[in-house]
Nanobody
């Protein structure tokens, strides 16, 4: 059974930084694209970033490009999302995702495994 657990969320002031971690157990993440999505209250879940199985390529939503960086460590079965220059509109629950598709695929419906989410709150 695959378990996906996010951590690192919290409350931060605008302009601050947070680093989210995603720990996967029950299956190796090698061969999976790792991604992050986010969802606010009353909003649809949206793509944030993803990274190819070997780390060779990554993709970002326009809203976070230049501020967020996704990375992975296959040896540790972990993925990360470094979030800098945070804005109040980044406030959401952030979800880690494993997908069998490449980084060009951003549809949440094709995600194979989800975490339970971690809350990020950015105060103004």
């Amino acid at each position: 059974q695959v378990q996906v657990v996010e951590s690192g969320g919290g409350l931060v002031q605008a302009g601050g930084s947070l680093r989210l971690s995603c720990a996967v157990s029950g299956r190796t993440i090698q061969g999976y694209t790792m991604g992050w999505f986010r969802q606010g209250s009353g909003k649809e879940r949206e793509f944030v970033a993803n990274i190819a199985w070997n780390g060779a390529s990554s993709a970002y939503a326009d809203a976070v490009k230049g501020r967020f960086t996704i990375s992975r460590d296959n040896a540790k079965n972990m993925a990360y999302l470094q979030m800098n220059s945070l804005k109040p509109e980044d406030t959401d629950v952030y979800y880690c995702a494993l997908s069998a598709y490449g980084t060009a695929e951003r549809r949440q419906g094709l995600v194979a495994h989800w975490g339970q989410g971690t809350q990020v709150t950015v105060s103004s």
